[in-house]
T-cell receptor, first 113, second 112 residues
Framework: DAGVIQSPRHEVTEMGQEVTLRCKPISGHDYLFWYRQTMMRGLELLIYFNNNVPIDDSGMPEDRFSAKMPNASFSTLKIQPSEPRDSAVYFC???????????FGPGTRLTVT | GEDVEQSLFLSVREGDSSVINCTYTDSSSTYLYWYKQEPGAGLQLLTYIFSNMDMKQDQRLTVLLNKKDKHLSLRIADTQTGDSAIYFCAVHYGGSQGNLIFGKGTKLSVKP
Protein backbone atom coordinates (compact mmCIF):
# COMPACT_ATOMS: atom_id res chain seq x y z
CA ASP A 1 0.00 0.00 0.00
CA ALA A 2 1.31 3.46 -0.91
CA GLY A 3 0.09 5.08 2.30
CA VAL A 4 -1.41 8.55 2.49
CA ILE A 5 -0.05 10.78 -0.24
CA GLN A 6 0.21 14.55 0.07
CA SER A 7 1.31 17.19 -2.37
CA PRO A 8 3.18 19.41 -2.55
CA ARG A 9 5.70 18.50 0.15
CA HIS A 10 6.84 22.12 0.41
CA GLU A 11 5.05 25.31 -0.55
CA VAL A 12 6.39 28.83 -0.30
CA THR A 13 4.02 31.62 -1.19
CA GLU A 14 3.49 35.31 -0.62
CA MET A 15 0.89 36.74 1.68
CA GLY A 16 -2.45 37.14 -0.06
CA GLN A 17 -1.96 34.28 -2.48
CA GLU A 18 -4.23 31.25 -2.69
CA VAL A 19 -2.75 27.94 -1.52
CA THR A 20 -4.15 24.49 -2.28
CA LEU A 21 -2.93 21.39 -0.48
CA ARG A 22 -3.81 17.93 -1.75
CA CYS A 23 -4.30 14.55 -0.18
CA LYS A 24 -4.95 11.01 -1.38
CA PRO A 25 -6.03 8.72 1.48
CA ILE A 26 -5.27 5.03 1.76
CA SER A 27 -7.55 3.05 -0.52
CA GLY A 28 -10.54 1.67 1.37
CA HIS A 29 -10.34 4.18 4.21
CA ASP A 30 -13.57 6.09 4.70
CA TYR A 31 -12.36 8.78 7.12
CA LEU A 32 -10.06 11.62 6.19
CA PHE A 33 -8.56 14.18 8.56
CA TRP A 34 -6.70 17.44 8.06
CA TYR A 35 -4.32 18.59 10.83
CA ARG A 36 -2.04 21.56 11.29
CA GLN A 37 1.19 21.30 13.30
CA THR A 38 3.06 24.27 14.78
CA MET A 39 5.63 24.57 17.54
CA MET A 40 3.34 26.76 19.60
CA ARG A 41 0.06 24.86 19.32
CA GLY A 42 1.18 21.32 18.54
CA LEU A 43 -1.13 19.18 16.40
CA GLU A 44 -4.58 20.65 15.76
CA LEU A 45 -7.45 18.90 14.02
CA LEU A 46 -8.89 21.23 11.40
CA ILE A 47 -11.65 19.16 9.78
CA TYR A 48 -12.57 15.56 9.07
CA PHE A 49 -14.72 13.75 6.54
CA ASN A 50 -16.61 10.47 6.58
CA ASN A 51 -17.54 8.98 3.23
CA ASN A 52 -16.62 12.30 1.58
CA VAL A 53 -18.97 14.31 3.83
CA PRO A 54 -17.54 16.90 6.25
CA ILE A 55 -18.42 15.83 9.79
CA ASP A 56 -16.71 18.38 12.00
CA ASP A 57 -15.06 21.58 10.79
CA SER A 58 -14.97 23.32 14.15
CA GLY A 59 -11.17 23.36 14.06
CA MET A 60 -10.98 25.40 10.86
CA PRO A 61 -9.47 28.65 12.09
CA GLU A 62 -11.17 31.14 9.79
CA ASP A 63 -13.32 31.49 6.71
CA ARG A 64 -10.10 31.77 4.73
CA PHE A 65 -9.77 28.02 5.15
CA SER A 66 -11.92 25.59 3.18
CA ALA A 67 -11.74 21.86 2.52
CA LYS A 68 -13.39 19.59 0.01
CA MET A 69 -13.54 15.90 -0.70
CA PRO A 70 -15.07 15.39 -4.15
CA ASN A 71 -14.49 11.62 -4.10
CA ALA A 72 -13.14 8.85 -1.90
CA SER A 73 -9.60 9.19 -3.16
CA PHE A 74 -8.98 12.93 -3.12
CA SER A 75 -9.26 15.91 -0.79
CA THR A 76 -8.06 19.49 -0.86
CA LEU A 77 -7.42 22.10 1.79
CA LYS A 78 -7.46 25.64 0.46
CA ILE A 79 -6.33 28.85 2.11
CA GLN A 80 -7.43 32.07 0.42
CA PRO A 81 -5.95 34.58 1.06
CA SER A 82 -2.93 33.17 2.87
CA GLU A 83 -1.25 34.99 5.76
CA PRO A 84 2.18 34.54 7.41
CA ARG A 85 0.54 33.06 10.52
CA ASP A 86 -0.71 30.18 8.36
CA SER A 87 2.87 28.94 8.08
CA ALA A 88 2.88 25.40 9.49
CA VAL A 89 3.06 21.76 8.51
CA TYR A 90 -0.29 20.46 7.31
CA PHE A 91 -0.97 16.75 7.64
CA CYS A 92 -3.62 14.58 6.10
CA UNK A 93 -4.55 11.30 7.78
CA UNK A 94 -7.03 8.54 7.03
CA UNK A 95 -8.69 5.67 8.86
CA UNK A 96 -11.55 3.25 8.38
CA UNK A 97 -14.64 2.71 10.47
CA UNK A 98 -14.19 0.23 13.29
CA UNK A 99 -10.49 1.00 13.70
CA UNK A 100 -9.66 4.32 15.32
CA UNK A 101 -5.98 4.52 14.47
CA UNK A 102 -5.14 7.14 11.91
CA UNK A 103 -2.45 6.86 9.27
CA PHE A 104 -0.64 10.05 8.44
CA GLY A 105 0.82 11.39 5.24
CA PRO A 106 4.28 12.99 5.12
CA GLY A 107 2.85 16.50 5.43
CA THR A 108 3.07 19.74 3.47
CA ARG A 109 5.37 22.39 4.92
CA LEU A 110 3.76 25.75 4.10
CA THR A 111 5.69 29.00 4.38
CA VAL A 112 3.85 32.26 3.78
CA THR A 113 6.11 35.29 3.46
CA GLY B 1 -12.42 19.52 27.34
CA GLU B 2 -10.21 16.49 27.20
CA ASP B 3 -6.48 17.08 27.60
CA VAL B 4 -3.39 14.95 27.05
CA GLU B 5 -0.14 16.00 28.69
CA GLN B 6 3.43 14.91 28.02
CA SER B 7 6.80 16.18 29.12
CA LEU B 8 8.55 17.93 26.24
CA PHE B 9 12.03 16.42 26.37
CA LEU B 10 13.82 13.22 27.35
CA SER B 11 17.50 12.43 26.95
CA VAL B 12 18.98 8.95 27.38
CA ARG B 13 22.20 7.12 26.54
CA GLU B 14 22.32 4.52 23.81
CA GLY B 15 21.57 1.08 25.24
CA ASP B 16 19.56 2.41 28.18
CA SER B 17 15.78 2.12 28.49
CA SER B 18 13.61 5.13 27.73
CA VAL B 19 10.31 5.76 29.45
CA ILE B 20 7.98 8.35 27.96
CA ASN B 21 5.00 9.31 30.06
CA CYS B 22 1.56 10.67 29.24
CA THR B 23 -1.39 11.70 31.38
CA TYR B 24 -4.95 12.35 30.25
CA THR B 25 -8.02 13.82 31.84
CA ASP B 26 -11.08 11.88 30.71
CA SER B 27 -11.69 8.36 31.98
CA SER B 28 -13.95 7.49 29.04
CA SER B 29 -10.94 6.67 26.89
CA THR B 30 -11.22 3.64 24.62
CA TYR B 31 -8.00 3.29 22.65
CA LEU B 32 -4.68 4.92 23.48
CA TYR B 33 -1.91 5.26 20.92
CA TRP B 34 1.76 6.05 20.58
CA TYR B 35 3.01 7.69 17.41
CA LYS B 36 6.59 8.46 16.36
CA GLN B 37 7.58 11.45 14.24
CA GLU B 38 11.04 11.63 12.71
CA PRO B 39 12.34 14.96 11.37
CA GLY B 40 10.55 16.06 8.23
CA ALA B 41 8.15 13.13 8.30
CA GLY B 42 4.57 12.40 9.24
CA LEU B 43 3.41 10.62 12.35
CA GLN B 44 3.96 6.88 12.28
CA LEU B 45 1.73 4.63 14.37
CA LEU B 46 3.95 2.64 16.74
CA THR B 47 1.54 0.76 18.95
CA TYR B 48 -1.76 1.04 20.76
CA ILE B 49 -3.53 -0.36 23.79
CA PHE B 50 -7.18 -0.87 24.49
CA SER B 51 -8.49 0.66 27.69
CA ASN B 52 -9.31 -2.70 29.29
CA MET B 53 -5.66 -3.76 29.12
CA ASP B 54 -2.88 -2.97 31.57
CA MET B 55 0.11 -3.80 29.44
CA LYS B 56 1.09 -4.57 25.88
CA GLN B 57 4.50 -5.66 24.68
CA ASP B 58 5.74 -5.49 21.11
CA GLN B 59 9.43 -6.33 20.64
CA ARG B 60 11.40 -3.48 22.29
CA LEU B 61 8.24 -1.52 23.11
CA THR B 62 6.19 -1.92 26.28
CA VAL B 63 3.04 0.09 26.89
CA LEU B 64 1.69 0.40 30.42
CA LEU B 65 -1.73 1.79 31.22
CA ASN B 66 -2.90 2.84 34.68
CA LYS B 67 -6.55 3.76 34.24
CA LYS B 68 -7.01 4.76 37.86
CA ASP B 69 -4.29 7.40 37.58
CA LYS B 70 -5.05 8.12 33.89
CA HIS B 71 -1.41 7.47 33.07
CA LEU B 72 0.08 5.88 29.97
CA SER B 73 3.73 5.13 29.40
CA LEU B 74 5.91 3.85 26.57
CA ARG B 75 9.09 2.01 27.44
CA ILE B 76 11.73 1.50 24.76
CA ALA B 77 14.27 -1.14 25.71
CA ASP B 78 17.88 -0.93 24.49
CA THR B 79 17.34 2.54 23.03
CA GLN B 80 19.22 3.20 19.79
CA THR B 81 20.19 6.45 18.07
CA GLY B 82 17.58 5.63 15.45
CA ASP B 83 14.93 5.97 18.15
CA SER B 84 15.62 9.71 18.36
CA ALA B 85 12.33 11.34 17.39
CA ILE B 86 9.24 13.01 18.80
CA TYR B 87 6.78 10.62 20.42
CA PHE B 88 3.11 11.52 20.61
CA CYS B 89 0.56 10.07 22.94
CA ALA B 90 -3.00 10.07 21.56
CA VAL B 91 -6.21 9.17 23.34
CA HIS B 92 -9.46 8.21 21.66
CA TYR B 93 -12.56 8.99 23.64
CA GLY B 94 -15.05 6.83 21.81
CA GLY B 95 -17.97 7.79 19.65
CA SER B 96 -16.82 9.79 16.70
CA GLN B 97 -13.63 8.89 14.84
CA GLY B 98 -12.61 12.51 15.30
CA ASN B 99 -12.32 12.17 19.07
CA LEU B 100 -8.58 11.49 18.97
CA ILE B 101 -6.69 13.95 21.15
CA PHE B 102 -2.91 14.26 20.78
CA GLY B 103 -0.38 15.37 23.33
CA LYS B 104 2.24 17.93 22.30
CA GLY B 105 4.90 15.27 21.93
CA THR B 106 8.08 14.28 23.79
CA LYS B 107 11.36 14.80 21.99
CA LEU B 108 13.63 11.84 22.70
CA SER B 109 17.34 12.43 22.24
CA VAL B 110 19.62 9.39 22.32
CA LYS B 111 23.27 10.09 23.05
CA PRO B 112 25.90 7.61 21.81
Amino acid sequence: DAGVIQSPRHEVTEMGQEVTLRCKPISGHDYLFWYRQTMMRGLELLIYFNNNVPIDDSGMPEDRFSAKMPNASFSTLKIQPSEPRDSAVYFCASSFAGRNEQYFGPGTRLTVT
Amino acid sequence: GEDVEQSLFLSVREGDSSVINCTYTDSSSTYLYWYKQEPGAGLQLLTYIFSNMDMKQDQRLTVLLNKKDKHLSLRIADTQTGDSAIYFCAVHYGGSQGNLIFGKGTKLSVKP
